[in-house]
């Protein structure tokens, strides 16, 4: 590799924040939808499909994003917190429907 | 930190595209060959050579073999850590009966789940499940593996790894990382156009297995992107399990929800229930599907909470002239007969989901597809394969000079990955012939034989990978790939042989009655020996030939 401060630890934060990062927000995406939409009308396996949809596309764009940023900590910070606030939107949106 | 974006992209491609790469190989190989599954069946259980049949009779046929039916030791045994205290003897409360067949199965597929009593989680469920020959009802014998439907198509989703589902997560994570190795492999090159018709087979190994590593990612990008992430759809309920975790009430309120809309019952009554003509249920829904101008076949029959007042009877109509696993349900009450409810056309939503599970699932009657099917499949296998050569090649030499082994261990993963796993596959066809009709006492059964020689083989296979590869180390051709070449060869020509031995089925006659299913596994086979003739061949002019000097250099991006 060319880049000579490629260390392990820079590789296993990427890959830390890439995976379990990109994971928490692809969760509070689909967390969101399903209780979102279904909010909206839409019909529950059906929500739940185009979150999925949406969701694994929004999991590969946030693992090659953990790589490509060059401010780990911030991007880290909006995967996780991220996904953190819309399980809780999607949380308080259940409790409101059932 | 990386240089740059493109380095970035780059070194994710190399290094994520190698760790992954070989669980991607047995994907794509397996899932290739699940394009003909049930094909695959015919070949390894000859008592069911037959041509496909519609559903039979429920009444004079398939009640009294599902009220026969219950869980085997194989089924309790997954059931009993579920449970507090011990496992009824016998399961008397089945909560649902359900029929499966294909235009392609001849053997009709029958599963029976039982309520369990005192169990931790009141939905869970025992299962028993039953093959029988429709023509008769007699019961395939249990010991016989369904090569195709039951063995390669699981490996190609969950490695056969069923503990706790790892095989699903492993496999899920290597699809993303498909999706990954795709974007990152056209943020490397840009010249995506010119790659389609780059190919320089004169060239040395490294240019030439780049170019084909090129050429088969670009020529079947739509494909390979399509197929890695529909099936992370479909298995996203595995992945993501909101709805039934966080969102669980929401999910159980919706199922309630739905009971009152649908009217069929979402709990049992309580309250014992006969169980109406179902033959005339399955006769009343074909006459709705013809005067809605689709005529069709039952592909699937379920009945819902057995022998209680809220049962219900859901007829499906065979998929097979449509993309979309759009099955056009009709239910009735299994006491009466009487119609509870038509499915209504898919909401757009719904056919999008169809159409994109459909498509990787294929139901449908299209010979040609299938075929396109296995090309798209076997060029994604030939990109993840170049990608592996291409790695090693472009290190041997620079590894063999440091004198550190790491194109060594990687080349040794790739035979072992690439050419051994075709040996396991052809070994575990070889022993499916050769093994006695009944495995003697004391020995496990005849599938799961099969399967042992299968993951054995595999495992001699990369044995002999890793001790023929030490060349690599000295920056040469490892010999265990033309060797394994020969060994496929070989296998791929004894197995249709032992076919023919075994049943008599050889070629002139399954070709001449156009049996396909064995036909077409049989020529496969012998396809793929002389290929791998062809291509033992090729590595042995290889070996002699003095090794290049010359390492051109290789368009920048390439980590």
Redesign the interface.
Known sequence: MTASTLTPRHIASRTAVALLGGYAFTWGIVALGVAGLYAAGMEFHDAEHLSYIIGLLVFLTAFLVAFATRALGRTALVLVGGGALMSAVAWWLQSLLV | ???N?R???A??HTWFGLALGMVLMVVFFFGTLSVFDREIDRWAIPDTRYEPQPMPSFDKMLRPIFEDMQPDAAARAMTAPLVDGPLPAHFDTPRSWGAYTTHRDPVLLLFAGYEVPGAKDHETAIWANRTVDPRSGVALPTDRLKVGSEFFYPLHYSLTLDWKNVGYWIVGFSA?MM??AL??GVIMHRKIFRELFTFRPKKNTQRSMLDLHNLTGVAALPFHFFFA?TG??IF??IY?P??HT??T???D??EMM?AKETGLPHDRAGVPAPLASVDAMVLEAQRRWAAKGMAGDVGYLNLTHVGDANGYVSVYRAGTDRVQLAGEGIHFKASTGELLREDPPP?V??R??EF?TGLHLQHFKHWLLRWFYVLGGLAGCACIATGLFFFVEKRKRQHAKAGTSGARVVDALAVTVVTGMLVATLCMLIANRLLPDTMPDGWAPRGLMEKYFFWGAWVVAGLHAWLRTAQVAEGRLAPAWREQCLAIAALAVAAPVLNWITTGDHLLRTIGSGYWPVAGADLFMLTGAVLAALAARRLQRKARSPVAVKNPALEAGH?
């Open positions: 930190m990386f240089p974006f380095h970035s992209m070194w994710l993303l999706l990954m974007v990152t992430f992370l759809v996203a309920y993501f909101v709805t966080q969102l009430p929401l999910h309120h919706h739905e909401t939503v719904a999008i989901n994109l980590a």
